[in-house]
């Protein structure tokens, strides 16, 4: 990511393939993630949850139905991603450094940050609990302010409701952009799906790409952005 050439991000929750209807589909994952013509996809629950956490899509059909390939950010043979996230990108960006967190709480949770040419991109599936969450924010923003200096962006499911309360340790450091609602994905109520960042970076929220048949591959829409670098030298207020 250079000065002048933004970076498009996005985020979607795919429940390990499970659409709104009910029905266990990867292809059908796979074709809504390349409809976001993205450069880099974080994913959240890519690997089923019990035994060795296989990967809920096939590996093989990733890059020739997306054009993304998958990070190594997993830390097994079989599984996608690391406590189900997973992160896709162009082929041609190169990868520095990839830092695995576990995070606290009642529920195993984890986040992924893997630094890319000139950004920072984390990977977050908060927990249920918001006590879990404020324990959680506040992992992360400390272990990222112990990293190397890189503009960051924080993006996945938040599992935060309230648009006014909940995400505040957060926002002492990163500014926070809700795209809109994301939840359910038949009949959104919840904007859980959020994307945050450092002041070096600016964000333009995209609209992804409708479905039309009210059949979705997940419970959760997936959310687009573009990612700018800016001079801005002081963080802007929490947006909602």
């Excluded at 990733?62 to 896709?88: D, F, M, Q």
Aim: charged residues 20%; contains cysteine.
């Amino acid at each position: 990511m250079s000065d002048s050439s933004p970076l498009r991000l996005a985020s979607y929750n795919i429940r390990a393939g499970l659409g709104s209807d009910l029905r266990r589909d990867p292809l059908r994952v796979l074709s809504a993630i390349s409809a976001l013509d993205a450069d880099v996809v974080v994913l959240q629950e890519a690997d089923f949850r019990l035994g060795s956490r296989h990967s809920a899509l096939p590996r093989d059909r990733i890059e020739p139905e997306t054009g993304l390939r998958p990070l190594p950010v997993a830390r097994n043979a079989v599984s996608l991603g690391w406590h189900g996230i997973a992160v896709l990108a162009r082929p041609e960006l190169t990868v520095d450094q990839i830092h695995h967190y576990p995070l606290p709480g009642l529920e195993p949770r984890g986040a992924v940050s893997v630094d890319l040419p000139g950004v920072r991109v984390v990977g977050v599936h908060l927990g249920l609990l918001r006590h879990s969450r404020r324990q959680q924010l506040d992992f992360i923003r400390n272990a990222l302010d112990a990293l190397p200096p890189l503009p960051t962006v924080i993006l996945g499911d938040f599992n935060e409701w309230s648009r006014k309360v909940g995400l505040g340790r957060l926002a002492q450091r990163y500014n926070i952009v809700t795209p809109g609602r994301t939840y359910p994905s038949t009949l959104p109520l919840g904007a859980l799906d959020r994307v945050a960042h450092c002041a070096a970076l600016d964000i333009r929220v995209l609209a992804p790409p409708r479905k039309e048949n009210g059949r979705h591959p997940s419970d959760h829409l997936p959310i687009l952005a573009e990612v700018h670098h800016t001079r801005r030298s002081q963080p802007r207020p929490l947006q909602q």
